[in-house]
């Protein structure tokens, strides 16, 4: 007990209660763990995602089975899978992976490469983008696929004319996006960093650039995406290898489970190349910012 001279250092009366146990310290006090609620979350996402697929792929498997869908044109998910197997086993759908990646990633990262520093530039330049804009206007509202013709004349059935409509389809998500970001920067950041004595170098490099960083992004994942469609139509037409030419050629044999096996692996490819794609933009976002 303590009075307002100091602590009572007399006896207690007896049969008045004594002072309770005290209680633990913090670090001694027994914690929750966390590690099975963390599993539970991320188990719970994990189903959430995945749901939908496992009932889409029970719905494909059951319908044909049960006579819902015809099962001439609409095989089992299992035969499809089976098909898919002995084609990776055989050597020819890695082959036709391999051309397809070549074709895509080639005039996508031309489209990258060319793209982002010309959409900076008509972004900050009023001049270049008068100059620019109705060409840019004209060439951007023609579909690549449109083009696949002149460019087939132009360039013949090789390599050249698949990765020239492919850097085609690329340029305009990227360019769009780019433009539109570089004109959409705060004009306080630009007013706060000019006040700063910056100049148009680190200007760039501190203000502008980071402002962009997120909508330049989102084109080049809406470029990887068209990278890859537009490829498979191209393939259809006079190639020897591919994924679009796996999808014809089996159509055309009627090796529906194989034309199958390869619309998944277009499938497949593409959300792959998405989740590499938000990660670098995470990995270069963070580093940025």
Do not use: H
């Not at 992976?97 to 990262?109: D, E, M, N, P, Q």
């Not at 050249?160 to 850097?167: A, R």
């Not at 190639?239 to 194989?258: H, M, R």
């Amino acid at each position: 007990m303590t009075t307002a001279l100091g602590p009572d250092t007399r006896p207690a009366p007896p049969g008045a209660p004594g002072p309770g146990p005290a209680p633990p310290p913090v670090a001694d006090r027994p914690r929750e763990s966390t590690l099975p609620r963390r599993l539970a979350a991320a188990a719970r996402a994990a189903l959430t995602r995945t749901a939908a697929l496992a009932l889409l792929l029970a719905l494909w498997e059951t319908a044909p089975r049960l006579g819902l869908a015809d099962r001439v044109f609409l095989p089992p998910f299992s035969e499809v899978a089976t098909a898919w197997w002995e084609l990776l086993r055989d050597g020819r759908l890695w082959d036709d992976v391999r051309a397809s990646l070549f074709r895509s990633l080639t005039g996508f990262s031309l489209a990258v490469v060319v793209t982002v520093p010309l959409g900076l530039l008509i972004g900050r330049y009023r001049p270049v983008a008068a100059f620019l804009g109705p060409l840019l206007e004209v060439f951007r509202n023609t579909a690549a696929l449109a083009l696949l013709p002149v460019f087939v004349l132009l360039l013949g059935i090789g390599e050249t004319s698949k990765v020239t409509i492919v850097l085609y389809a690329c340029v305009w998500p990227v360019l769009l996006n780019t433009i539109g970001a570089v004109r959409t920067v705060d004009p306080t950041l630009l007013k706060l960093g000019r006040s700063m004595n910056l100049p148009p170098v680190r200007l760039f490099q501190r203000v502008i650039l980071p402002a962009c960083l997120p909508a330049v992004f989102t084109g080049v994942r809406l470029a990887g995406a068209s990278a890859i469609l537009v490829l498979i139509a191209a393939e259809m037409v006079g190639a020897k290898a591919g994924l679009g030419f796996l999808i014809n050629n089996s159509q055309l044999n009627f090796a529906i489970p194989q034309m199958y096996a390869a619309i998944l692996t277009v499938s497949a490819l593409g959300v792959g190349f998405n989740q590499a794609l938000v990660a670098v933009e995470r990995r270069v976002t963070r580093r940025t910012v």
